[in-house]
Structures are given as C-alpha cells and as structure tokens.
C-alpha cells in the first residue's frame, strides 16, 4: 500500500515557493494570496502533518485540538512567544524556528533606527514632504550624537552581537545586561552590568532578547526614570518588553530624547499616545525585511518539515 501522502500547511504566502523545497509528492496547502485568517487556518489542520507559521499566528491548545495528525510547526521567524511550547511538548508536536538567517538584516535595521531617532529622521522626512520646509537653518532638527556614544545591549545573543558590531565601528563603549556574562562579550569589546547600571549609562538603550514572562514589560516608567534624558530607546525585540504607556508619557514629558519601535505590543494596532510622539520612529516590524533573510527563513521552515517527516529531528528544535 502506498504511504499517505504528507499535508503542509503554510498559512501565508512566503517569499519563495516552498513546493520544489519540500519532498515529492507532499501536498501544500496554503492560500492564493496574503495570509489564512484565524478560522481559515483551523479549518485547514485536520489532516496536516506540519505547519508553516508566521509569529502571527497563535500556535496554542485551540490550534493543536484541531491538528490532531500535527507533527512539526516551523515558525517562520526566531521569536517563538506565539507558541504555546509546552502544549506541543505534551501533544508530542516538534517545533522549530529560523535563527542566524534574519540576525545580519535585523542588525542592520536596528542600527538604521537608531541613526534615524537619534538624527530625527522622520521629523525631517516629514518636514520636506509636508512642503513646509523653508531651508536650512543653524538650529532645525537638531539630535543627539551617535559616534562614541555608550550603547547598552539588553541581551546579548545573536542579533545583540551583530548590533555590538556595528556599534564599534561607530567608536561607541558597549554595555550589556543579561541574566549571567556571555561568552565572547570581550571580544566584542562589550561590559556586563546590571541592567540599572546600564540604563543610567546608556545613551542609547536597545533591546535584544525573546519575549517571556519574564522580559514582558522589561522597561516601564521605572526604568525609563531611570534612563538620560538626552538618551533613545530603540526595541526590534518584540513590543511588550516595552510598557508602551509609560514610553509615550516619557517622550511626551521630554524626559527621554526619542525612540525607534519595530515592534508593538499589539501589533498591528499602535497606542496612540505614540504614534502622536514626534520623536518616535515607527515601523511596521520590518526587522528581518529583505529578500534574502525572508527566502532563508522559508527555507529554514521547508528543512525543518522535510527533517521530521523523514524521521529526523529539525536543526532549529526549540523546546519548553
Ligand atoms: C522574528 O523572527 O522573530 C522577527 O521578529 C521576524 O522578523
């Protein structure tokens, strides 16, 4: 008797075509276009043997109940807080995730933001869009500097090395806060501190670790006190590491310079006190956006599926 044919779901249209990615003969059922809604995607579980996710979807006791032949989730993204890990665990479902191929272009985007709120780039932007703009003058739009300037890294993983890197080519001391010393920190020239220590110190502020019980509003209005005023918070984390109300009363209290936010705490709805800060740069969670970063991510995910379905566990395993 022939082997049943293995079902992939894929909830949203990725940059590459999984199919050729995936073993012959699996069945790849995904929509035509944009993303399944919650519904749609249960409906699409019964008879799946994996799951390709995005960090929108939540993988919980709800989803699984409806998978009842699930064996792997591939969370096209490294974050993995909208998973319900230990639910898996239990139901014996793999999960796995795509490090490495997004730290490179979520660097590179976590440096652009800090430039850009440090500088005031999007004031300026929407200064010369506006048509209000009358030219230069001695003291238009004037920031904080960033060559030499301290910067603290909350967290130091992945994607915190990679901004320590870039950090030194701006001459800027490192600093970081992080449960316990990482290795290879001195290389990078990068100093464990507390992380009050680290706030107080800081000129620029940037968070760089996954979002868990224990992060979820990391920084909130005792921190930000604690914080220069002349300093920038910068989050490609995940937004509710940030309390977002006590950000907004800062900025608007001038008791902080500015902030570049990738990331919200209920994305896609924004507080509205800070999309009414000027000096907040906001984007729409573009952290890991490039062609090349999002194709490996898709592929990582088609690996990581074809991995369990032939038995083997994935490279990226991520457990409770
Ligand atoms: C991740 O992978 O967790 C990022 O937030 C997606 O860009």
């Not at 064996?71 to 665990?89: F, K, M, P, S």
């Not at 191929?101 to 010369?128: K, M, N, P, S, W």
């Not at 603290?152 to 320590?164: C, E, F, Q």
Request: proline share 6%; glycine share 10%.
């Amino acid at each position: 008797m022939l082997a049943p044919m293995a079902r992939v779901v894929v909830s949203s249209v990725l940059a590459v075509d999984l199919g050729p990615l995936l073993p012959a003969g699996t069945a790849v059922i995904a929509p035509g276009r944009g993303s399944y809604s919650r519904a749609e995607l249960l409906a699409t579980l019964a008879e799946a043997d994996a799951l390709i996710c995005l960090l929108t979807d939540r993988v919980d006791s709800e989803l699984l109940a409806h998978a009842p032949r699930l064996r792997v989730v591939a969370n096209h993204a490294v974050g993995v807080d909208n998973i319900d890990l230990e639910a898996c665990a239990r139901r014996g479902v793999m999960v796995a995730n795509t490090p490495d191929v997004l730290t490179d272009a979520t660097a590179d985007l976590t440096f652009a933001l800090l430039l850009a709120a440090a500088r005031r780039l999007g004031e300026g932007e929407r200064l010369v869009r506006s048509g209000a703009w009358r030219g230069w003058e001695p003291t238009q739009l004037l920031g904080v500097p960033v060559s030499g300037q301290t910067l603290g890294l909350v967290g130091l993983g992945r994607i915190g090395a990679a901004v320590a890197r870039r950090a030194r080519g701006f001459d800027m001391p490192i600093c970081y806060a992080a449960p316990r010393p990482v290795e290879g920190a001195h290389e990078l020239g990068a100093r464990h501190v507390p992380l009050d220590e680290l706030l107080a110190g800081s000129d620029f502020v940037s968070l760089h670790g996954p979002l868990t019980p224990e992060t979820r509003g990391l920084i909130g209005a005792r921190e930000l006190a604690r914080m220069k005023s002349t300093a920038v918070l910068i989050n490609t984390a995940r937004g509710a590491c940030v309390d977002e109300d006590a950000l907004a009363d800062a900025l608007t209290a001038g008791r902080l310079f500015a902030a570049g936010l990738d990331v919200f705490a209920a994305e896609p709805a924004l507080s509205p006190r800070l999309v009414a800060c000027d000096r907040a740069v906001l984007l729409p969670h573009l952290g890991s956006a490039t062609h090349r970063a999002r194709a490996r991510m898709a592929e990582l995910c088609a690996a990581a599926v074809t991995d369990v379905l032939a038995g083997r566990s994935p490279t990226h395993r991520v457990g409770p």
